[in-house]
């Protein structure tokens, strides 16, 4: 199987980064106007490897990685060529290499093999000096008045960036909806509050798909017996004795979308610590706190369009919190790759340091998902960001044969495969499962053990 995964691998790098078509890009993108040593696919090499191995590259290193591809330009050389053409140039690559490397959907365990994918949906927000606001609009307040959001579809399944887009720092979740047209039908969507929308479902249901999301307060459902009268949830739950049950709804007071509600009654200290919360923000944006939040604060409350014969309640308990994976997606982004921080003050020089970082975040997806599940029947998992870390350690040793030499890459591809193999693997734990774990074992845990 690792014989396979490193052949395909090679074939889909090779292809993705292929010279001729490269330099056909930079050329119809307008960066490339005459004949020069530094064409767009050294460029594009240089600008790539150069944020893999130094994720905080300065134009000297830079300089330096171009001079170790064959060629020599100085520092102030290659700033002069990050402009508006390179913006479109690097845009265009990360597209196009996105779509050429894909991987193969994963199985990971056989109540999920049913969907063609399960997607994980959130945004980060990367902040950029305050000189940039009127480009890079912000929120303010504590936080920078000048910033990027990245609004980030994840395939878990398949291990990369199904879909991603750049919004200003001010742009809310809620109004995000691009990302529902690159829906599979037969997949799950899960979601986290910030982004509950009706419309939004509407538009999933269409697509032949299912959505995963916490409800939230102020959504008006409906019983089926009774599409008059709302649910008034704290009378409903004060009646619910086990500490998981479910009722077939409504969702919105005009809509035809059928659910699940699924109602998970939570820890004593979970429920307290939530309460604590709520009171804080209240009393910082000078609010009070009604009974009816504070009752909720002891549940937890899932809605979903997926049939009781798809998954089980633990089940859909357990592909929530998936939700978390995203979150280690973004923190290796940030704390491996630097993408939030992006040097200059000049929108070019930002936006082609950020495409270039996001097409080695998509090479190092591309190579370390396939060897996720590859061992799990011998519980064996592989940390990305320790896979990252040897991927950055090595990524120079495949800057000449990438797009150049087939054979030559893949016997790189093999190295590198086999010290994440033997290298890259999570710490065991005895106390706490993993997030996979937990997923294999959902139907076997009790409430308290998915939410410890």
């Known amino acids: 199987m690792l014989n396979t995964i490193i052949r395909q691998a090679g074939e889909a790098i090779h292809t993705a980064f292929e010279s001729d078509c490269t330099n056909l890009a930079a ?63 690097l845009q265009e690559r990360l597209a196009a290499i996105l779509a050429k490397l894909e991987n193969k959907r994963q199985r990971v365990m056989e109540s999920l093999s049913g969907f063609s994918e399960i997607y994980i949906q959130d945004s980060t927000v990367i902040s950029l000096s305050e000189g940039l606001q009127t480009i890079f609009p912000g929120v303010g307040g ?29 742009s809310a979740d809620q109004i995000y909806h691009e990302h529902s047209a690159h829906l599979l039908p037969g997949s799950l969507l899960i979601q986290d509050l910030g982004y509950f929308s009706i419309p939004i479902f509407q538009q999933v249901v269409k697509r032949s798909a299912f959505f995963l999301t916490r409800w939230r307060q102020g959504a008006q459902l409906y019983r089926l017996t009774d599409l008059n009268h709302p649910i008034y949830l704290p009378d409903l739950l004060a009646e619910q004795e086990p500490e998981v049950a479910e009722y077939d709804v409504q969702l919105g007071e005009q809509t035809c979308i059928s659910a699940r509600m699924i109602c998970v009654r939570l820890p004593t200290q979970v429920a307290e610590e939530r309460r604590r919360r709520v009171r804080q923000d209240a009393i910082r944006k000078g609010r009070n706190v009604s009974h009816r939040t504070l009752a909720l604060c002891n549940w937890n409350i899932f809605l ?27 923190k290796l982004w940030k704390s491996q790759a630097a993408i939030n921080r992006l040097a200059g003050f000049r929108k070019e020089r930002i936006l082609v340091e950020l495409y270039a970082k996001m097409i080695g ?18 519980l064996i998992e592989i940390s990305l960001p320790k896979a990252r870390q040897i991927l950055q350690d090595r990524i120079i040793l495949f800057a000449g044969f990438i797009g150049l030499n087939l054979s030559a890459l893949q016997e790189a591809i093999g190295t590198l495969v086999t010290s994440i193999s033997r290298f890259a693997r999570k710490t065991r734990r005895s106390k706490h499962l993993s997030s996979l774990q937990r997923l294999r074992f959902a139907d076997q845990l009790s409430i308290s053990q998915l939410y410890s």
């Open 27 to 89: 050329k119809a993108t307008g960066w490339l106007m005459r004949r020069s040593k530094l064409d767009g696919f050294t460029f594009l090499k240089v600008l790539v490897i150069g944020f893999m191995r130094h994720p905080r590259a300065s134009l000297n290193q830079l300089s330096q990685i171009s001079e170790g591809l064959g060629v020599t330009i100085s520092p102030q050389g290659i700033d002069e060529r990050i402009n508006a053409a390179a913006v479109v140039f």
């Open 142 to 170: 504590k936080a920078s008045e000048a910033a990027i959001k990245i609004q980030l579809l994840f395939g878990f399944m398949q291990g990369q960036i199904a879909h991603w887009c750049l919004k200003n720092g001010r």
């Open 304 to 330: 979903t369009n997926l049939p009781l014969e798809r998954l089980s309640l633990h089940q859909i308990l357990m592909c929530y919190s998936l939700r978390w994976q995203i979150e280690l997606i973004f």
């Open 361 to 378: 975040l998509v090479l190092t997806h591309f190579l370390t998902a396939p060897l996720r599940f590859i061992f799990l029947d011998q």
